[in-house]
């Protein structure tokens, strides 16, 4: 292959382990329907995915809900007993922006206490459900001592340290909070969702009508520009099982994951990404709980 870049890239590959509690706490759906959906997720889909990281070599990471631990434990032991990473995505995949501080703060401790009592896990990490967070967010996750957000889409390859306190004025600029001990994982530049599964809940509609082979051939095109551009980048897709684990779609992220043994990518997890990116990083002198504006 031609244009050879000049360092290794970085691919974490990132499942959202959303099974019931999407439906049910996000958009309120819990008819069989969504119920049969969620048990796909889990116990078709997953499986599924499993067995493909497994004769791929690969160690993924996985953002679980803490309702879904308690929901399918057994499918969630097994991700775990494959040495792949857990991290934080919710209890009932609720969206910070609809919480005030101490009910964000509760989501944070009981998908922290359902981590811990199912899989006996801390994570180090957290995915925001429905990919927003609050102001008092990265507030919180340093708080909680969590090292690294993925949420939020400041860059598509490079990571970044978060800042608290920003303040949103609607007639002026806004003011910038101060960085603090957490850093963002972004994504956005691969997905699945919204592209690929039928959801009728007024006023959210996804047609789920995505030419899937072009969706395909758009991930490999950010994943070799990421490879010639940003060579020191980290790609960091964000996959659903209830998505990409059904039927033929799945061949899709198999071709990606080709495409980025062919960049002589490095495959590892979030949290070791993290790492190697604070190692060669300096770390600022800041206060991981403060922020610009008390």
Sequence with gaps: MSNQPSHQPT???????DAISAWLGTLGLSSPV???RSD??????????????????????????GMDADTYPDV??????????IGHHGYAHEVPTSLDEPAERKMIERGLESLDKVLGVRPQGFRSPAADLSFNSNRLLAEYGFTYDSSMMGHDFELYRC????????DKALEFGQEIDLVEVPIGSVGDLVF?????APPLVLPGNADFEGLGRRWVTDLDYMAEEVPHGVFTPVFHPVAIGRGGRIRLMERL?????????????????????KAAT???SVDPGATAHA
Excluded at 163 to 170: E, F, I, L, T
Excluded at 196 to 200: A, D, L, N, Q, S
């Design 40 to 65: 796909f997720a889990a116990n078709v889909a997953t499986p599924r995915i499993l067995d493909l990281l497994a004769r791929e070599g690969i160690t993924a990471t996985w953002f679980i809900p």
């Design 76 to 85: 969630c032991k097994r991700i775990r007993d494959a040495g792949h990473e």
């Design 282 to 284: 300096a770390s600022p």
């Design 196 to 200: 690929m599964e039928f959801v009728m």
């Design 34 to 36: 969504y119920v049969s």
């Design 257 to 277: 994951i080709q495409r980025a043994r062919e960049h002589n990518a490095r495959f590892v997890t979030v949290s070791q990404a993290v790492a190697d990116w």
């Design 11 to 17: 691919f974490c590959l990132t499942f959202d382990f």
């Design 163 to 170: 800042r608290a306190g920003d303040v949103v004025h609607p």
